[in-house]
């Protein structure tokens, strides 16, 4: 599905039945449908299952943060800097180009697979478990899809009402309407306050570059 902004969303129930009808949130649901009870069936649980568990929580703020500074906003200045923009960067300078149109907004899907793989491999490794890696790629798609909805709700004419929401919510409409350095948590404003990209909205000027990345300086 492909809407643009006159489907944009106003209530909680229609944000949630646009956001199904896409394509990411549809197969990160299909992945959770088989690793959920995949990882039911294995059992074995220890208390390792929560060591990964909160680990991959506790990082989700950083790794978020650096994605999004160092990968998806890199300029095709030098060789290597073309390859990251092809392969991770464009759609998301397509995305700031047009922030109302829903279709943009989304983690391509064939990333969606290659963390969950990766990191379920990563702690089958290193863990020598084949059960904490399957939490691991367990974990991974849903902090993905937490992280697809929460991106998904600044960009709806939604209104969150928790606070807990609200903040990150806040803080994307300003990067994409205030000015694109500052404010690049998604799903919490953690790592803008530890890296410093954290600011009042009047302690930053208007950006004229939050539509076109590519007269940014990286
Ligand atoms: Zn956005
Ligand atoms: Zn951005």
Redesign the pocket.
């Known amino acids: 599905m492909d809407a643009d902004r006159h489907d944009v969303p106003s209530e909680l129930g229609d944000c949630f039945r646009t956001f199904v009808r896409f394509r990411s949130p549809r197969q990160l649901l299909l992945v959770l449908m088989v690793l959920v009870p995949l990882r039911v069936l294995v059992a074995s649980w220890r208390w390792w299952d929560l060591v990964v568990l909160v680990v991959l929580i506790l990082i989700q703020p950083v790794s978020e943060w650096l994605i999004h500074v160092r990968l998806l906003h890199v300029q095709p200045t030098t060789r290597v800097r073309r390859v990251i923009f092809d392969l991770a960067a464009s759609g998301h300078h397509d ?1 700031h180009r047009d ?1 109302g149109r829903l279709g943009l ?1 989304f983690v391509d899907t064939t990333t969606h697979v290659f963390a969950a793989v990766f990191w379920g491999l990563a702690f089958t490794a290193v863990l020598r478990s084949v059960p904490l890696g399957l939490t691991g790629g367990l974990t991974v798609a849903s902090l993905t899809l937490i992280y697809e909805w929460m ?1 998904f709700l ?2 709806t004419r939604y209104v969150p009402r928790s606070a807990l929401v609200r903040a990150p919510w806040r803080v ?1 409409r300003l990067h ?1 309407y205030r000015n694109e350095n500052y404010w690049y948590g998604i799903c919490t404003t953690f790592a803008d306050h530890l890296l410093g990209t954290f600011k009042t909205r009047d302690e930053v000027p208007l950006s004229p570059t939050c539509r076109d990345l590519s007269g940014e300086v990286a």
């Open positions: 995305h922030p907004l991106h600044p960009h994307h994409h």
